[in-house]
Nanobody, 123 residues
Framework: QVQLVESGGGLVQAGGSLRLSCTAS????????VGWLFQSPKNEREFVAG????????YYAEAVKGRFTISRNNGENTVSLEMNSLKPEDTGVYYC????????????????WGQGTRVTVSS
């Protein structure tokens, strides 16, 4: 199994920035993709960004392209999400998740989840 712990959420004004981190432990050798997903109070969990654990594959949801950057540090088993130009509609809980076979997008494709970290963007 893979255990995931997120950190870095908080309260920020619109236009501001936050950096989220996800630390993986356990069977990290089984990780294929790490994703960040977002859940607002009204909606289901939505894909935000994903990165391959090995190699250079990175992909983003259209709503965050140019504003968010995902990166990884394999030596520290961490994946980060740098969020810039935040908007009130980015408010919600951000989850780190792992898929162990291939790329993943929608929430149902992920195998392991962190507990989430809350981001609040005030207008």
């Amino acid at each position: 199994q893979v255990q995931l712990v997120e950190s870095g959420g908080g309260l920020v004004q619109a236009g501001g920035s936050l950096r989220l981190s996800c630390t993986a432990s356990g069977r990290t050798d089984s990780i294929y993709t790490v994703g960040w997903l977002f859940q607002s109070p009204k909606n289901e969990r939505e894909f935000v960004a994903g990165i391959s654990w090995v190699g250079d594959y990175i992909y983003y949801a259209e709503a965050v392209k140019g504003r968010f950057t995902i990166s990884r540090n394999n030596g520290e088993n961490t994946v980060s999400l740098e969020m810039n130009s935040l908007k009130p509609e980015d408010t919600g809980v951000y989850y780190c998740a792992v898929h162990t076979f291939g790329r993943a997008g929608v929430a149902s494709e992920y195998d392991y989840w962190g507990q989430g970290t809350r981001v609040t963007v005030s207008s």
